[in-house]
């Protein structure tokens, strides 16, 4: 018996959050109210809160877990799979809801009383591995350092997907992708790692 409550109790949680995700991604942190995501999830008061001990905690959980759905790539292999991840998540975030919510919230952060870094350390940290792998192949000029780029990355996708969002919808966010990419890479890149790499959202696709 233990395992079935244990596989419902799992459920649950994942219902309450996609739910939440839902709720935040449409009416925002401050417009989210409980009972909208109640309703949403299909769960009780008291359910919630067994996995949840408060909107905040929710809005944090969301905000941490927004990537758990993604299929990453499981190792790093430098420019072109850094590239191609960039063009993945600009692809997802038009249709993601978790992760399009986490990235609201993680914005928004003021908003939702939050001030957590985390995510973003984690994003950089993930570009960064991709960096350092290309370093190593020779594909970065000299004066590259991979954590500063990384962070310049991440503050730059960030701004370029919400831009994107007031402008489009995000519509447009895979194409503003390429075209950072286009400013970016010559910065960065060895002349011939510039002549071997692609920024293609075709590629991109064949991730999802």
Do not use: C
């Not at 995510?119 to 500063?148: H, K, M, N, S, T």
């Not at 503003?176 to 002349?191: D, F, H, K, N, R």
């Amino acid at each position: 018996m233990t395992r079935p409550k244990q596989e419902r109790a799992v459920r649950t949680r994942e219902a309450i959050l996609m739910a939440a995700a839902e709720v935040f991604d449409e009416y925002g942190y401050s417009a989210a109210g409980v009972s909208k995501i109640l309703q949403r999830a299909g769960v009780t008061q008291g359910a919630m809160y067994f996995h949840f001990k408060s909107k905040e905690d929710l809005g944090r959980a969301v905000l941490v877990e927004q990537a758990s759905t993604l299929a990453l790539p499981a190792e790093p292999a430098g420019l072109q799979q850094l590239i191609d991840l960039t063009l993945y998540l600009g692809l997802e975030l038009q249709r993601n809801v978790l992760l399009r919510a986490g990235v609201r919230l993680a914005v928004e952060q003021g908003e939702a009383g939050l001030q957590d870094f985390t995510v973003y350390r984690w994003w950089i940290d993930r570009f960064r591995a991709e960096l350092e792998v290309a370093g190593r192949r020779g594909d970065l000029l000299p004066q590259v350092d991979a954590l500063e780029f990384a962070r310049v990355l991440v503050a730059s996708f960030t701004g370029t997907q919400l831009m994107s969002h007031l402008e489009s919808g995000r519509e447009s966010l895979p194409s503003e992708i390429s075209v950072l990419w286009g400013y970016l890479l010559p910065g960065i890149a060895t002349p011939g790692a510039l002549a071997r790499l692609t920024v293609d959202v075709e590629r991109a696709k064949a991730m999802l």
